[in-house]
């Protein structure tokens, strides 16, 4: 069975500094993982997907993540926050392709001070 | 642009009551999804569809029931609200075949 965990409900961050949110993944096949962002009274944004074709995905608003299979983790990062950066942002896991449906972490509040 | 609507963005109703939560996409996909969201609690799959008049129960899909009589629509309903019911609702597509979902901006239902 498929499970993802985001190790902070929370991050806070000065505008201008670097992001870090963390996800740890599990499954007993080759997944798909994918980053979802929510700013408020939204729905959900694809953020970025990784599917085995490279282990550094590049995703909108210069957010990144990196697949590492040795530590089943999937974290997102960017350079430099954005006041309008601040949301909600799930990960993601999907088992076995196509016919797969999603199971998503319980979510990392992003938090930007000026 | 991929357009995923739903009929209502806040909605209040009473204990008892049938409800009806309409989901419409325009890009047609062949699978629709409900969930619901609670803080804490991420998202929950109640229900999908990958074809029309298909359905598969998600995690919680007691107390729901949904209905696809057209491709491009996927109703959600509650045969009875409860108070329990309280919460945001999403709706998602994607095509078949794939794993990608692309979300609606999601009703807040209220239950009296």
């Known amino acids: 069975a498929q499970s993802v965990t985001q190790l902070d409900s929370h991050v806070s961050v000065s505008e201008g500094t670097p992001v870090l949110l963390r996800c740890n993944y599990s499954?007993?096949?080759?997944?798909?993982l994918f980053w979802y962002v929510q700013h408020p009274n939204k729905g959900l944004q694809l953020l970025l997907k990784y599917t085995s074709a490279a282990t550094l995905v590049k995703g909108i608003n210069g957010f990144e993540a990196e697949f590492k299979k040795s530590e089943t983790s999937f974290h997102l990062t960017k350079p430099s926050a954005h006041m309008s950066d601040a949301a909600e942002y799930f990960c993601?896991?999907?088992?076995?392709?196509?016919?797969?449906?999603?199971?998503f972490g319980k979510g990392t509040m992003l938090l930007v001070s000026p | 642009d991929v357009k995923v609507t739903q009929s209502s963005r806040y909605l209040v109703k009473r204990t008892g009551e049938k409800v009806f939560l309409e989901c419409v996409q325009d890009?047609?996909?062949?699978?629709m999804f409900w969930y619901r969201q609670d803080p804490g609690l991420g998202l929950r799959l109640i229900y999908f569809s990958y074809d029309v008049k298909m359905k598969e129960k998600g995690d919680i899909p007691e107390g729901y029931s949904v209905s696809r009589e057209k491709k491009e629509r996927f109703s959600l309903i509650l045969e009875s609200a409860s108070t329990n019911q309280t919460s945001m609702y999403l709706c998602a597509s994607g095509w078949g075949g794939t794993d990608t979902q692309y979300f609606g901006p999601g009703t807040r239902l209220t239950v009296l």
């Open positions: 993601v896991v999907s088992e076995a392709g196509g016919y797969s449906t999603l199971t």
């Open positions: 499954s007993s096949y080759s997944p798909s």
């Open positions: 890009m047609d996909h062949e699978n």
